[in-house]
């Protein structure tokens, strides 16, 4: 699914994040309590202005039971997961627009651009896909607020939007959680026809480096559609340590 740069996008914040609780849909009396979409989003789209860091962690999958080291890098709107020891690097430019994601097998070969049915193949059989690491949703027109929620003590507006038929997505809609002090993304839920959840991100863990708070443990989850809040299978995405600073332009 479109989510943001799935991996970044919700973590760039400047304070500690509290778990996530299961969800309920928000009291529609505060719909009016929640800013305009368009302010909602340039705000999400300054917040994914990302300050230059080079990331080491891992993907990991408790479905195929498979840990890949990466290096992530990112600066502005680019983003650069290059996975060590695998013929297997992403780039990721998101922009208001739309973004833009590419791959190659090694350093020395050109980009090749993901597009279509690509984008929803598994990233070494994780539940991790290419479409995960966009965040075309936001740019969706169809977007309508549902109300003021919470994620422990955070205030969070949420907002549901729905592709058009220029859009091709595989996703109904994607209702997602944005923090009202922050503007980060706390909390995504991709939903079929159905209106069920069949795929969610969530940050876990964050941690520092330098002045700046970075995500540290994030989770994709594959939902069952059938059973609220209940996942097929999980990956998690860890950084074990970084540094300011990439070779990425911004």
Partial sequence: MKLPSLLLVTAFFTTSLPALRAQTLPDPATKNQCPPVAYVQGMIWNRMSLTSFTL????RSDKTKMR????????????????????????VKLDPGTSLI????????PWTPVSGAARLQPIFG???????LGVDFVNWDDTEALGLDSIKTL???VYEATPGPNDHSHLAKVRYWVSALYWAF???????????T????EVQDVMQIGKFTVFKEMKVSTMDPTRNDIPLSTT????????????LPK
């Fill in 56 to 59: 080491t962690g891992s993907v």
């Fill in 68 to 91: 890949y080291p990466i290096i992530l890098r990112t600066a502005g709107h680019t983003q650069e997961y290059d996975f060590q020891n695998q013929p297997l690097q992403i780039l």
């Fill in 102 to 109: 590419e791959k190659r097998s090694s350093p020395g070969e």
């Fill in 126 to 132: 994780s539940d991790l896909t290419y479409e995960d």
């Fill in 155 to 157: 205030k969070a507006y």
């Fill in 186 to 196: 706390l909390r995504i839920d991709g939903l079929n026809a159905q209106e069920q």
């Fill in 198 to 201: 069949v795929k969610r991100v």
């Fill in 236 to 247: 998690f995405v860890d950084i074990d340590g970084g540094k300011e600073g990439s070779d």
